[in-house]
């Protein structure tokens, strides 16, 4: 069952029945002399008034709540929010881990141009971690994934 947002029209229309009921009891009940009418008047008009407040308080709050509903959103999927830039920061690339043959009896490492190209903070890395080796035709620069892993960097596949 769905309940509408809208004011209920029989709520409205018992309110003004009930304030005319009221005017209307205090009005009739005492018979009219002549100092006194002045304070029932006035009396009559307060009770008005609160009536008249309440309704519109009461009117009011069901706007507000009109406005806070949301349509549904036809995604029934939700799609992961990215880390924020501090968590991410020490995550590399794992694709940046290529083999080179001439180090050291070929070992793997994380290589610099791979990481220029994948990881934006290439100038923050540990310099620690660099290492410049000779592959028989230029000086290659690569890091320790080792290395790195003890600096807190870690290697993730995205």
Known sequence: MTQSTQPKQHRKFIA???AAA????GASTVPAQAGNDVG????GLAVLGILGA???NHNTRDRRRETVTRPHRPNPT???RPLPPRFGRYDLPAQCVKYFPSFRDGRSLVARGCLKR???SVHALP???KVTFWNGQKNRTAYKPRCLNKHGYRLVNR
């Open 118 to 120: 994948n990881y934006g």
């Open 78 to 80: 939700p799609t992961p």
């Open 16 to 18: 003004i029945i009930l």
């Open 127 to 129: 310099q620690s971690c």
């Open 54 to 56: 309440a309704l519109h």
């Open 22 to 25: 009221l005017a209307v009891t």
């Open 40 to 43: 029932k008047v006035v009396a």
